[in-house]
Every structure is written in C-alpha cells, then in structure tokens.
C-alpha cells in the first residue's frame, strides 16, 4: 500500500542502498589500496570507483529503477553519468586533500556524501528514464 503512493520515496530508498552498498565497495577499495600498497589516495579513487560501478550499475539497473529498457543502451548512459560523478568526485576529494587538508578517510567520505544526490537526478531523469 505503502509503495502505491509514494514509489519516489521507495525509489529513493532503493537507490541509497545501492548508493551505500557502491560506497562502502568504494571506500573499503581506497583504505585498502593505500594502507596495503601504499597508493596516493585519488589513484586508489579511480581504481575502486571502478569497480564499485559494477555494484552501482547492476543495483540500479535491476532494483533501483526496474528498468525495462536494453541493458546495453542504459549501460552506456550510466556510464556518461558514473564519469561525470567520478570527474566531480576527483575535483572534490583533491580539494578536500590538498587546499583543506583533511585526512584522506574523512576526505573520501565527504565526496561519497556530496555527489549521490547529483547522481540520483541524472539517473533517474536521463540515464534510466522510461520511454
């Protein structure tokens, strides 16, 4: 009953434990890359990014937004979108590092708060957006 009123709401939802799922994936990668092989925290970004895009795409194709479009046409979509989010990412996270100064886990976590919001829109309203 609940869903048959508010489906934005549970689309929300969906999408922000995927979104949490992704950015547990991506920040586990970057305190991993850089404590074990001591990689500079916006190369192990870029890395984990990655592969938590795996996570995110599937998430959101399959559950977030149930879509019914090709999986390829979408793939291609995200992607613009995971990049774009992965540009605004970067920016962020380097400005956090380097002109602020903060510890790089705090860093990251500030960037995987700020840009999701972003990406939701843009997923929801070109990305995966129903025909």
């Known amino acids: 009953m609940f869903t048959k009123y ?6 929300l939802v969906r999408f922000g434990l995927v979104g949490i799922t992704a950015a547990t994936v991506n920040f586990a990668l970057v305190i991993f890359l850089v ?8 190369l192990a ?16 194709h399959y559950w ?3 879509s019914t479009t090709v999986f390829a ?5 995200f992607l613009v979108v995971a990049l774009l989010s992965l ?3 970067e920016c962020l996270f380097y400005v956090f590092l380097h ?3 903060l510890y790089y886990p705090l ?7 700020i840009v999701p919001p972003i990406t939701f829109v843009l997923s929801k309203c070109w990305a995966f957006r129903q025909a």
Request: net charge positive; with cysteine; charged share 10%.
């Open 6 to 11: 508010h489906p934005l709401m549970w689309q």
């Open 35 to 42: 404590e074990s092989f001591g990689w500079r925290p916006l």
């Open 45 to 60: 970004n870029i890395v984990a990014f990655i592969i938590a895009y795996q996570v995110s795409f599937s998430g959101h």
């Open 64 to 66: 977030t937004f149930k």
């Open 73 to 77: 046409h979408n793939w291609r979509k």
């Open 87 to 89: 540009g605004l990412t």
């Open 99 to 101: 002109p602020l100064g």
């Open 107 to 113: 860093a990251l976590f500030c960037t995987l708060v």
